[in-house]
């Protein structure tokens, strides 16, 4: 049946390229990727890999099956050619190429790059164009440095202030990221654990703050998921949770303080290591 809608969704363009009913191709022609993957692919509750997608399908909540849009398809490629290295730091997305090379309209492509200029992955508009975002040891350690005096202040006031049900609320953002493969929807989730651990506090004004600086520090996030460190990210949200459940205010501001230090290291070895720094 599946294969049946996805035949029926497909057309051919005038070089034999079967595309979406979206426009865009099924599968990825890429300099980057080489030879475009054969086998569209339908998920349940995990990231598609970056070049494989449903043609024209969006997600399907009665089967709780899902597959990416021809724009979040667009999207995860881009962030995973950016994060490979394999466009480089300030180096200019131009749109023509990147829709020759991803297989995908301008529609979906302008919407994808809204996407990541939103999370800081690539900065500029306008007739300046947009680049891929540059990586600074200062910025990474200013902004961290702010955000580990926020948060620690409210993940000591959240600890002290957690009753039942905000406990399970978080053992249930814990569980989704548990499952949920290195991605865009570990990143989304990995911030709402956060941001839901510090409204507990009830100080709307902080919490502000802290999202300002959750926003900014996002392509570091990036970095540090894209390159496998998502893992020690996890046993850090355990200790929060478990300081939340002792309603013990010092072991999750030192819990905090442990977790924003390592991603701090580890990002900075990364860029060290590929020599952005």
């Not at 004004?205 to 390159?227: F, G, H, T």
Request: with cysteine.
């Amino acid at each position: 049946m599946i294969r049946r809608q996805q035949r029926s969704a497909q057309r051919r363009d005038g070089s034999g390229h079967a595309r979406d009913s979206d426009g865009s191709r099924d599968g990825t022609f890429s300099k980057f990727h080489g030879e475009p993957s054969p086998h569209p692919a339908l998920v349940c509750d995990r990231i598609l890999p970056y070049r494989i997608r449903v043609p024209g399908c969006r997600e399907r909540r009665r089967t709780g099956c899902w597959a990416l849009t021809a724009a979040e398809d667009a999207a995860e490629q881009i962030r995973e050619l950016i994060l490979s290295g394999r466009l480089g730091a300030g180096e200019p997305l131009r749109e023509e190429q990147l829709s020759a090379t991803l297989g995908v309209s301008r529609t979906p492509l302008r919407e994808a790059v809204a996407r990541l200029r939103a999370e800081g992955i690539v900065v500029g508009e306008g007739k300046r164009g947009v680049s891929v975002f540059k990586p600074s040891v200062d910025d990474l350690r200013e902004i961290y440095a702010i955000r580990m005096a926020l948060e620690a202040l409210a993940a000591r006031r959240a600890a002290e202030l957690a009753g039942p049900d905000d406990i399970a609320r978080l053992e249930s953002i814990y569980e989704a990221l548990e499952h949920t493969e290195r991605g865009h929807r570990w990143v989304r989730r990995n911030r709402d654990f956060h941001l839901t651990y510090y409204a507990i506090a009830g100080w709307d004004r902080l919490l502000k703050y802290i999202r300002d600086l959750r926003i900014q520090s996002e392509p570091y996030v990036w970095m540090l998921v894209a390159y496998g460190h998502s893992a020690q990210a996890q046993a850090g949200h355990r200790e929060l949770i478990e300081a939340a459940r002792r309603s013990d205010g010092d072991a999750a501001d030192d819990a905090l303080r442990r977790h924003l230090n390592h991603t701090v290291e580890k990002v900075l070895s990364e860029l060290d290591e590929r020599n952005l720094s």
